[in-house]
């Protein structure tokens, strides 16, 4: 089993950040790919943003330039500091991990989730 526990949700006023951190556990043998998804009410999940071990990153166009992921490899955690939240940014955010476990069998795990909330 791999776990993810992700932290740092809230709420925000209009403009201001927050900095999202989801930590790995369990029997790893390497992460790949970890990113972060968001879901609105009635909305479906999307991708916000995902970086590879090799440090390469992919972002939605609705953040580009106003979110930042990155990754600590050692310590299996990914990083999404968001600035300039606007009011379409609340959701819940999800934590995504894809590797391959200390078996050799691949995974696909997500976190619990986290509340971003923005409100004056």
């Known amino acids: 089993q791999v776990q993810l526990v992700e932290s740092g949700g809230g709420l925000v006023q209009p403009g201001g950040s927050l900095r999202l951190s989801c930590a790995a556990s369990?029997?790893?043998?390497?992460?790949?790919?970890m990113g972060w998804y968001r879901q609105a009410p009635g909305k479906q999940r999307e991708l916000v943003a995902a970086?590879?071990?090799?440090?390469?990153?992919n972002y939605a166009d609705s953040v580009k330039g106003r979110c930042t992921i990155s990754r600590d490899n050692a310590k299996n955690t990914v990083y999404l500091q968001m600035n300039s939240l606007k009011p379409e940014d609340p959701a819940v955010y999800y934590c995504?991990?894809?590797?391959?476990?200390?078996?050799?069998?691949?995974?696909?795990?997500w976190g619990q989730g986290t509340q971003v909330t923005v409100s004056s």
């Open positions: 970086i590879t071990s090799g440090g390469s990153t």
């Open positions: 995504n991990a894809r590797g391959v476990r200390s078996s050799d069998f691949p995974f696909g795990s």
């Open positions: 369990g029997s790893i043998f390497s992460i790949y790919s």
